[in-house]
C-alpha cells in the first residue's frame, strides 16, 4: 500500500498544470520513492514525492514552490555517488534530473558540446569520438554517472594527470536558483572574463548552491594513437620512484595508476597466480596519447626508465584492444578486494605525490597494529589513492564497522597533517561531513556558510549536507 501523498503534493501538481507542465512527472508512488532513497553509501531516507524533470522549466517550478513552502529539495543525477551526497535526510522533495538525456550539440568547429544535465560520461564521450573528438573527463563510473553528477561533484578520473578534472572543461551552466530562477554563466566561448567566475562557483558545490540542468563542455581533438605500460616491482617504493622518475625524465602521461601489495596479492587470488608475477608488491600502469610516431618513441623512453628503476616485468600495449586488456587489470583490482568477502570502505583521499610511500608506509603500520587490512591504488599522476579499509566481521558475519571507522579517522588526520585533502572526486556529502570543518578550517567554513545562506537563504536545497 501505498504512504499518503503529502498534503502539498496536490497545489503542486496544481501549479504545474497552470503553467502547462507535466504533473504526471511528479510521483509519490513507494517504487519510485524507494529508487531516489539513496546512492551507493549505506545511508537510505524516502523523499515524500519524486519529480523526473524532463526540461529546467519544471525543476524551476518546483524549486520555486518549495521555496515558497519551505519544502526540503534534493538534487539527483545518476545516484551512483559514494559519500550520500544525494540521500534526502529531510524527506521533502527529490528532483531527478537523469530524464533529461538529450546531446543538443556537438560543435568542433567551436570545440565545444551542450548537453542536458542527465547525459551520461560515456553517452558524450562516445558521440564526440564519432566525430574525431574527445571529451577528456573519465570518472571510473563513467558508463552510468551523469554529466550533472559529474559537475555537482568536479569528477576526475585516471587522465587528470595529463587533461585535468571536469572543471576544466565546463564552459558554461544552466542552473536552477533554489528559488526557482534560471541562471545562465559563462558562455560558448573558450575565454570569459564577465564578471565573478560563477561556472566555478557551481562545479563541486553537491548541489547545494543551484541544480545544473545544461552545460556547455569544451571537446578536444581525439589524440590519434594511444598506448599503455603495465609494470610490476618487487617493492611498492620502487613502483612510486617510477612514478617520479617517469614525470621528471620529460614525460607527461595521460595517466599513472599505482598498486600496492595487498591488494596485487587480491587480484592474484581472483585472477590466478599467472595474472601477475608472484613476487610483485608494488604495481604502476602507464598509458600514453598522440601522434603515433611520437608514442612509439615514448613508450620505448618510458619503458627504459621503468627498467632502470628496478621493473623486471614490463607489458605493451599498443593495439585498442591491448590497452584496454591492461585497463581491464585495473578494473579487476576492485572486484578482487570484493572477492575477499570483506567490506571495503573507499576513501578517495589525496596526498601530495611526494608523499605516495609514507602513505602506505602509514597505512601498512595500521594494518599491522590492528590487523585489519588496508588496500591503496589509484591515480599516482596526482596522488588521489583510493584507500580502502576492509572492514572485518563477527563470527556472525556481520560487520565491525567500530575499529574500522577509528581507522577512517586516524586516516584521515594523518592526511591533512600530510598536506592531503580527504576527498578529490566524491564529495563531501554526508559521509564525510563529520571530517569536513577540520579539513576546510574556521574562516573557509564561515565562508561556505555564507554563500550557502546567500544563495539559499531558505536552507531547503539538499539540505544537511557537508554538515551546512
Wanted: aromatic share 6%.
Amino acid at each position: 500500500m501505498n504512504t499518503p501523498a503529502p498534503a502539498w503534493l496536490p497545489d503542486l501538481r496544481r501549479r504545474f498544470e497552470a503553467e502547462g507542465l507535466p504533473a504526471d512527472h511528479l510521483r509519490d508512488d513507494d517504487a519510485t520513492r524507494r529508487a531516489h532513497a539513496g546512492d551507493k553509501w549505506h545511508a537510505v531516507a524516502l523523499p515524500e514525492a519524486v519529480l523526473l524533470a524532463e526540461s529546467s522549466a519544471e525543476v524551476s517550478c518546483a524549486l520555486h514552490f518549495a521555496n515558497e513552502r519551505g519544502i526540503a529539495v534534493t538534487p539527483r543525477g545518476a545516484g551512483v555517488g559514494y559519500v550520500g551526497g544525494c540521500v534526502p535526510v529531510r524527506g521533502g522533495l527529490v528532483i531527478s534530473v537523469a530524464p533529461m538525456r538529450r546531446i543538443i550539440a556537438i560543435r568542433p568547429e567551436d570545440g565545444l558540446a551542450i548537453v542536458e544535465a542527465g547525459v551520461l560520461t560515456a553517452e558524450l564521450q562516445d558521440a564526440c569520438a564519432k566525430l574525431g573528438w574527445f571529451y577528456p573527463p573519465d570518472p571510473a563510473s563513467r558508463k552510468e554517472s551523469s554529466i550533472g553528477g559529474n559537475i555537482a561533484t568536479n569528477a576526475g578520473g585516471p587522465r587528470c594527470l595529463k587533461y585535468g578534472v571536469t572543471r576544466a572543461y565546463v564552459l558554461g551552466l544552466e542552473v536552477v536558483l533554489p528559488d526557482g530562477r534560471i541562471c545562465n554563466c559563462g558562455g560558448l566561448t573558450h575565454k570569459n572574463k564577465q564578471g565573478f567566475d560563477l561556472v566555478s562557483l557551481f562545479c563541486g558545490s553537491e548541489g547545494m548552491l543551484g541544480i545544473v540542468t545544461q552545460a556547455t563542455l569544451r571537446i578536444i581533438p581525439a589524440p590519434p594513437a594511444r598506448a599503455a605500460l603495465s609494470a610490476s616491482f618487487p617493492h611498492f617504493a620502487q613502483a612510486a620512484e617510477a612514478v617520479q622518475n617517469v614525470l621528471q625524465a620529460g614525460h607527461l602521461p595521460s595517466a599513472m595508476e599505482i598498486t600496492d601489495a595487498y591488494t596485487l596479492s587480491a587480484a592474484r587470488a581472483y585472477l590466478g597466480p599467472s595474472a601477475l608475477p608472484a613476487d610483485a608488491n608494488g604495481h604502476i600502469i602507464i598509458e600514453i596519447d598522440g601522434q603515433a610516431d611520437a608514442v612509439a618513441t615514448e613508450l620505448d623512453a618510458i619503458a627504459d626508465v621503468l627498467t632502470r628503476t628496478g621493473s623486471g616485468a614490463i607489458l605493451r600495449a599498443t593495439s585498442p584492444e591491448d590497452v584496454e586488456a591492461i585497463w581491464q587489470l585495473r578494473r579487476e583490482f576492485s572486484y578482487s578486494l570484493k572477492a575477499t568477502g570483506l567490506t571495503k570502505l573507499n576513501e578517495d583521499i589525496v596526498i601530495p605525490r611526494s608523499r605516495l610511500v609514507d602513505l602506505v608506509t602509514f597505512c601498512e603500520s595500521m594494518q599491522r597494529e590492528t590487523g585489519i587490512n588496508i588496500a591503496c591504488f589509484g591515480h599516482a599522476g596526482d596522488g588521489n589513492i583510493h584507500t580502502n579499509i576492509m572492514v572485518p566481521k563477527d563470527d556472525q558475519g556481520r560487520d565491525l564497522r567500530p575499529p574500522a571507522d577509528r581507522l577512517v579517522e586516524r586516516l584521515f588526520a594523518w592526511v591533512l597533517a600530510a598536506g592531503g585533502r580527504i576527498t578529490g572526486e566524491h564529495g563531501i556529502g554526508l559521509a564525510k561531513a563529520p571530517w569536513f570543518p577540520a579539513a576546510v578550517g574556521d574562516v573557509a567554513l564561515d565562508l561556505h556558510r555564507s554563500l550557502k545562506a546567500a544563495l539559499d537563504p531558505k536552507g531547503i536545497l539538499n539540505p544537511g549536507k557537508m554538515g551546512l
